[in-house]
């Protein structure tokens, strides 16, 4: 098996999410005492998002490029950026390494388009939502997209740094985003993405009435595959 690498910390309470379920997802592939051989770096989230506020998404990358060297020279021999917003430099960070990127959306859309749909609403970060990098490339592979008005997209922006990056969880905050993704089905999204690696925290799919797409599950298991292929 690959050694998977993993660039996380952002935050580490959804890393953690993902350590465990490339290894569940390990455990059922191989069985026994398997568990997955990785390489991570945890960045301090503090520092990234300042960087986001100010919108400095070069230094972003800079400081991202290093992290995935450092990751590639401890042995990864592919690489997961272990968060859906900061795929804003997803293009940057695969080009400072030698060893392959799987790209959260790439992962998502196939897995989408498998299961037949073909009209998706898009949760996330107000970068995620609102700026194309990740929208534009679900709609590359065939997928129309729909994401939540402005004052929708407020609010799931404030739950996610304010509450769900502080380990919080909230039946308040569950309730308004359920009433969103209602929101998404009604105006004609047959499924909707978890665009944000946090949400899962807070969201299931016994929650609502429309398939949700786990992100965080999605690339993980999508990283196991290609580590034991």
């Not at 490339?22 to 191989?30: D, F, G, H």
């Not at 997961?80 to 795929?87: G, K, Q, S, Y």
């Not at 944000?196 to 999508?222: K, Q, S």
Request: aromatic content about 6%; hydrophobic content about 45%.
């Amino acid at each position: 098996m690959k050694t998977i690498g993993m660039l996380g910390g952002m935050s580490w309470e959804s890393t953690s999410v993902y350590y465990r379920m490339i290894n569940e997802a390990t455990k059922r592939a191989l069985g026994g005492f398997h568990s997955a051989p990785i390489a991570m770096v945890s960045v301090d989230f503090a520092e990234i998002e300042e960087l986001q506020q100010r919108g400095d998404w070069t230094a972003s990358a800079d400081l991202l490029s290093a992290n995935a060297r450092q990751i590639e020279a401890a042995g990864a021999e592919l690489l997961l950026i272990c968060t859906n917003t900061m795929h804003k430099v997803a293009d940057e960070i695969a080009a400072a390494v030698k060893i392959p990127l799987l790209h959260i959306a790439d992962a998502t859309a196939s897995r989408i388009i498998a299961a037949g749909h073909s009209k998706v609403g898009l949760l996330g970060t107000r970068f995620t939502m609102e700026e194309k990098f990740y929208s534009g490339r679900l709609e590359k592979l065939g997928l129309e997209v729909l994401t939540p008005n402005e004052a929708d997209r407020i609010l799931i922006h404030r739950v996610i740094y304010e509450e769900l990056c502080m380990g919080e969880i909230r039946d308040e905050s569950r309730r308004d985003f359920v009433s969103i993704i209602d929101r998404l089905s009604d105006a004609g999204a047959e499924c909707v993405v978890e665009g944000c690696t946090e949400i899962t925290m807070l969201v299931g799919p016994d929650d609502v009435r429309v398939p949700l797409f786990d992100t965080t599950a999605i690339h993980a298991e999508e990283a196991v595959s290609m580590a034991l292929q």
